[in-house]
């Protein structure tokens, strides 16, 4: 006896599949109830547990029937449907299935993809994507006593554009009219979308009261504007606006701000800030950074944060690069506008520069590093060096080693040609050659240890870093862009003193350290680690930088580091610079975050380098009753003297404060509030104060300023709670 042979093959499924809402394909129709009766191909009743199910439709009732003739459902009595994830109850339903046209008398719907409901007189199925509500009642609330709802004439929604359009709407709060709109549209589900945002409140000492209307146009899924219409009571109208584009072959962020007429300045105003990365088109890759104002006080004026109000050199930069095997070839620019005091000491621009890099690795064990730099330096400055400089740096290093250990020896020179237009130190035309030769070594020790209870493995790392380079004159060598490195665990086992092509340190030297980690057995992760770590000098030094004086010590201040766990809710992050000639402390860097739980957070940092910088910064999120959290931040310099970076004099400070915010949140299970104010310091003799009120409500929108970036920024480890349910899959709700 044969078998019949099926059409096709047959094919496992690795996981559950759905099929898709616009498949036309006809699709079964099943139906169930406690009592049917009817007529054969033209209607059928059921009564008692009645159900009808099609596809991602479900529809329940004390009594339904279906007409055959055009494939409509009337059911009556606890009717419940449940449609693409929604469920609508009511008394009454009449719907085509076909169509998915058709009216519900008196519903109520919820929506469990993002935590909403409401209720109506009447509502009509356009079809399948597609319901208006009428005199509609929408909250994210508990239905029965909701603290917040939207009372709409007519509520519509759509799944296909992701929206929800209410006309004739008043907000209410705490049963309270807070807004009336005859329009308003929202998000069905945190996907983007293009449309007006609420309105936006703001109060700062520098701009006075401030409206915000934004607007957001979602372009393509890699493209999107955010554009906004601000009118300030101190400074009139200012269009403002942030453009985004994702590709394959690049990215780009570009802000912008403009005020035709600012009252106070008499002039108009603007700022740009524009960044993009492309990568690998036709086998290039390259970029831009674009920044600048429209004066020295913009800043001043008009900055919202402490990070951006201490901009001085706002770079303007390109580049292009391409690759060629071993061969890595760089072409880019450099301007900057300088601002304010910049103006007194600014930056050198290069105009042009071209980098062309070699690298080849494990070349019979050996490792060839080859840089080769030509840069015009310019700078807007009188009595000051300009010209060009070429640089070549060839290394040649091979590797030694095992699991346990490594040595490498290395063998390089810095060869250096100068043609100068100005040169305040010497002659127009210098050159140079300076080779350098060192040694690299390690070990890696490990044995079993316990930290906090808990298996670990504990590490040591010795590590010895010998360095020879000889003396060379560089007095009458311009200095371009070499500046001292500050001495931390990376700059410690680095072979010059200075970054830059314009100071080859001398160096006959030997750096010592070492590292040991603690490492969870089980995990592998890396739970604590202590550092400790010090150069010893075998010459005195004989280069140096202009106004620098020279090293008199035989040994560098020693390094101390830890960072890592203390628990499982505590972490800490220091490094300490410690003199071991007259026992002062240059620099230090200590943090420490106590986060026991997601809404009980404490910051404490100290940031000291001597005659520089002094900052005691603390910052904290931590409730103080039912559902409200108090939120601040104090950044205060405690430094009394500071050396000028342009003379080198020291002149005495007052203690002052740097930024300080101080806020309030409140989290309800469908609403949250934050009210912040901040203060930060502008120039040396001015402040700004800004104010932000904040309400959001779930599923429906914000109103006011939002201070989340000025938060998150603020106080490290600060997250909002999510504004929707998450973690429901495509299946969500089947019943």
């Not at 929408?138 to 799944?159: G, I, Q, V």
Request: hydrophobic residues 40%; aromatic residues 10%.
């Amino acid at each position: 006896m044969a078998l019949p042979v099926a059409q096709g093959q047959l094919r496992l499924e690795t996981e559950l599949q759905e099929r898709s809402l616009t498949d036309p394909t006809p699709r079964p129709l099943f139906m169930r109830g406690g009592q049917a009766d009817g007529r054969v191909e033209r209607e059928v009743t059921l009564q008692e547990r009645s159900e009808l199910r099609r596809g991602p439709t479900v529809i329940r009732a004390d009594r339904l029937t279906r007409y055959d003739a055009d494939d409509e459902v009337v059911a009556v009595g606890d009717v419940r449907i449940r449609h693409n994830g929604q469920v609508v109850t009511g008394p009454r339903l009449q719907l085509s299935l076909d169509a998915m046209t058709g009216l519900m008398e008196t519903p109520r719907f919820t929506m469990p993809a993002n935590g909403t409901s409401g209720r109506g007189t009447l509502l009509e199925f356009i079809d399948r994507h597609r319901a208006v509500l009428r005199d509609a009642v929408y909250t994210s609330c508990k239905p029965d006593d909701p603290d917040w709802m939207l009372k709409a004439r007519e509520l519509s929604f759509d799944e296909t554009a992701n929206e929800g359009v209410a006309r004739g709407a008043t907000l209410y709060f705490k049963d309270v009219p807070v807004l009336g709109l005859p329009w308003l549209a929202f998000g069905l589900t945190d996907e983007r979308r293009s449309g007006f945002m609420a309105p936006m409140l703001a109060q700062s000492s520098r701009l006075g009261a401030e409206v915000r209307v934004p607007y957001y146009w979602n372009i393509a899924p890699n493209r999107d504007l955010l554009w906004s219409a601000n009118l300030s009571a101190r400074r009139s109208l200012q269009i403002a606006g942030t453009a985004r584009t994702l590709d394959p072959f690049g990215t780009t962020n570009t802000q912008f701000e403009f005020t035709p007429h600012d009252p106070v300045a008499q002039d108009s105003r603007w700022m740009l800030n524009s960044v993009g990365v492309v990568n690998h088109l036709a086998g290039w890759s390259g970029g831009w950074t674009l920044r600048g104002v429209s004066d020295d006080n913009y800043y001043v004026d008009y900055a919202r944060s402490i990070a951006q109000s201490a901009d001085r050199s706002l770079p303007r930069s390109a580049f292009m690069a391409r690759g060629w095997g071993d061969w890595t070839f760089r072409l880019g620019v450099l301007q900057h506008q300088n601002i304010l005091e910049a103006r007194n000491a600014p930056p050198y621009d290069r105009l042009p520069q071209l980098t062309l890099s070699h690298a080849r690795r494990d070349l019979s064990g050996l490792d060839v590093l080859t840089t080769v730099d030509l840069s015009q330096f310019q700078r807007r400055l009188a009595a000051t060096a300009e010209g060009w400089r070429l640089t070549a740096n060839p290394a040649l290093s091979y590797g030694l080693g095992g699991p346990a250990w490594f040595v490498t020896p290395k063998v390089g020179a810095h060869w250096s040609a100068y043609q100068l237009s100005a040169n305040p130190l010497g002659p127009s035309e210098l050159q140079r050659v300076i080779p350098t030769v060192s040694i690299d070594s390690g070990l890696v020790f490990e044995r079993p240890a316990t930290l906090a209870g808990q298996a670990m493995t504990q590490t040591l790392e010795p590590r010895l870093l010998y360095v020879r380079t000889p003396y060379r004159d560089q007095s009458a060598v311009p200095v371009f862009d070499s500046s001292v490195i500050n001495l931390n665990f990376a700059s410690l086992f680095s072979e010059n003193l200075y970054v830059g092509g314009d100071r080859i340190a001398d160096a006959n030297q030997m750096t010592v350290g070492a590292i040991s980690r603690f490492i969870q057995t089980d995990t592998g992760a890396e739970r604590l680690r202590l550092a400790v770590g010090q150069r010893f000098y075998f010459t005195p030094q004989r280069v140096s930088l202009p106004g620098v004086a020279l090293r008199s010590d035989s040994r560098s201040d020693m390094l101390f580091a830890v960072a890592g766990g203390l628990g499982s809710d505590q972490y800490i992050d220091a490094a300490l610079q410690f003199s071991v000639g007259d026992g002062a402390v240059p620099r230090a860097g200590i943090g420490w975050r106590w986060w026991p739980a997601y809404d009980q957070l404490f910051n404490v940092a100290l940031r000291y380098q001597s005659r520089d910088y002094a900052q005691l910064d603390t910052s904290w999120r931590w409730p103080v009753s039912r559902g409200w959290s108090s939120l601040g931040r104090i950044n205060y310099s405690v430094l009394r003297e500071q050396a000028d970076a342009l003379t080198g004099t020291v002149k005495p400070v007052s203690p002052q404060l740097l930024e300080g915010l101080l806020g309030f949140e409140y989290q309800a299970d469908c609403w949250s509030a934050r009210f912040v104010a901040q203060r930060f310091l502008t120039t040396s003799a001015l402040r700004t104060t800004t104010v932000f009120l904040q309400f959001e409500f779930n599923g429906l929108a914000r109103l006011g300023i939002d201070p989340l970036d000025i938060l998150s920024r603020g106080i490290p480890g600060y997250r909002p709670a999510p504004a929707r349910p998450t973690g429901a899959s495509r299946f969500h709700g089947y019943e």
